[in-house]
């Protein structure tokens, strides 16, 4: 009996994952890393040709496992109601959503417009949309009285210095809270939530870093160099299967230990 739950406790086989974002950067990292243990992976997203190029790819990559793209605005309520009750009436269930999309405006706070037009975007996003989605998908896995979420947070969320980034900053932190509040509201309905918190990490904005800029911010983490999108892929794989099922509430910060200096 113990050998079998080791053997199946890292598959995904049959699971059903919803990624948002999950056609760019991180999170194309978790979807791979999903559907390489087996899952169904839809992504929500916005931006409907990109995902229908990188959904081809994918079919060639993985056998034996279903690949589908939802329109879907995070940051309209509408929207994400939309899309999570077609998800449902195609797919049945949802086992897996892995809140990842997520916008980064640069800026000082005290420079922003008196509406303070950025901050209400970045929060619109970055921790509404995270929120909306949670709660269409709750009510589908209250029901099944299972299910496991995943948060793409920021280590951002725990330190204060990053130059310019106050409004993401204060979103990440809020957002690591809202996932352990959350997790205690739903731990005794067979559901887990939890965080990933990455740090520098290789997607789309990391490659227009020029070189010495990069030499130098790899100089501030302490095993010297960016995260991978599949590297943040293989926790997410990790928290969203049985191998994690003591594990709710947690932020894990996977910097290379940038947060331990700052
Ligand atoms: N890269 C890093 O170093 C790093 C570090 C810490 C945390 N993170 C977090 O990791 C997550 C992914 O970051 P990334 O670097 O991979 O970003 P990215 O390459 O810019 O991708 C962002 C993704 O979010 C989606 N998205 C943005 N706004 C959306 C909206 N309103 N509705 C639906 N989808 C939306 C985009 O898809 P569409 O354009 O198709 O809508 C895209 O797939 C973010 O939450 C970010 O804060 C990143």
């Known amino acids: 009996m113990y050998l079998k739950t080791l053997e199946n406790a890292y598959s995904l086989a049959g699971k059903n994952a919803i990624v948002?974002?999950?056609a760019k950067g991180i999170g194309?990292?978790?979807?791979?890393?999903?559907?390489?243990?087996?899952?169904?992976?839809?992504?929500?997203?916005?931006?409907e040709k990109t995902a229908g190029t990188v959904i081809?790819?994918?079919?060639?990559?993985?056998?034996?496992v279903r690949f589908s793209f939802y329109k879907a605005d995070?940051?309209?309520t509408e929207s994400c109601r939309n899309a999570v009750d077609a998800y449902i009436r195609d797919n049945g269930r949802i086992d897996i959503l892995v809140n990842n999309a997520g916008i980064g405006p640069n800026g000082r706070?005290?420079?922003?417009?008196?509406?303070?037009?950025?901050?209400?975007?970045?929060f619109n996003v970055d921790l509404h949309g995270a929120a909306r989605m949670c709660y269409n998908v709750l009510k589908y896995m209250r029901k099944q009285k299972s299910g496991?979420?995943?948060?793409?947070?920021?280590?951002?969320?725990?330190?204060?210095?990053?130059?310019?980034l106050t409004a993401y900053a204060?979103?990440?932190?809020?957002?690591?809270?809202?996932?352990?509040?959350?997790?205690?509201?739903?731990a005794n309905e067979g559901i887990r939530v939890n965080a990933i918190a990455p740090g520098f990490t290789f997607s789309n904005f990391a490659k227009d870093i020029p070189e010495e800029a990069y030499k130098a911010l790899c100089e501030q983490i302490p095993i010297g160099r960016f995260a991978q999108n599949y590297e943040i892929g293989l926790l997410a794989a990790y928290l969203a299967g049985d191998a994690s099922d003591i594990i709710t509430g947690a932020v894990i910060t996977a910097d290379g230990?940038?947060?331990l200096q700052h």
């Open 20 to 22: 948002t974002g999950g």
């Open 28 to 47: 194309l990292g978790i979807t791979r890393a999903l559907a390489n243990q087996g899952a169904n992976v839809a992504v929500f997203a916005r931006d």
């Open 56 to 64: 081809k790819e994918l079919e060639a990559e993985f056998g034996g």
């Open 74 to 76: 995070i940051s309209s």
């Open 109 to 122: 706070f005290v420079d922003m417009d008196e509406e303070l037009t950025d901050w209400f975007n970045c």
């Open 148 to 164: 496991h979420i995943i948060n793409i947070t920021s280590n951002a969320g725990e330190i204060v210095n990053y130059p310019f």
């Open 170 to 186: 204060s979103s990440k932190a809020a957002f690591n809270h809202f996932t352990k509040c959350l997790a205690a509201e739903v």
């Open 257 to 259: 230990g940038y947060v």
